[in-house]
C-alpha cells in the first residue's frame, strides 16, 4: 500500500492535481519519485505552478476543463 499525500485528488477521475511552487524547492527527487509510483496504480497527474494558481485561476480551470473532457472523450 501506498502513503503517499498529494495537493489534491479526484477519486472519481484517478488525478491528482500538484501545485509547485516556493514550498517545493528541494522536493524536486521525491515529487518525481512519487508521482512515478503513484502513476503505475493509474493516477494521472496535472501540475500547476504556484503563481498560475494565485494569478491566472481562470487559466488552471480551463486545463482541467480540457483534460476532464478529453478523458470522457
Not at 501506498?2 to 492535481?17: M, N, P, Q, R, S
Not at 516556493?22 to 502513476?39: A, T
Not at 491566472?56 to 478523458?71: A, F, H, N, Q
Request: with cysteine.
Amino acid at each position: 500500500m501506498l502513503d503517499f499525500i498529494v495537493d489534491f485528488y479526484c477519486h472519481e477521475l484517478g488525478l491528482a492535481i500538484e501545485v509547485d511552487g516556493c514550498s517545493h524547492n528541494d522536493n524536486y527527487d521525491y515529487d518525481d519519485q512519487r508521482q512515478h509510483e503513484l502513476q503505475q496504480y493509474g493516477i494521472s497527474f496535472i501540475r500547476f505552478d504556484d503563481l498560475e494558481v494565485k494569478k491566472d485561476m481562470p487559466s488552471v480551470l480551463r486545463t482541467l476543463e480540457g483534460w476532464i473532457l478529453d478523458k470522457k472523450g
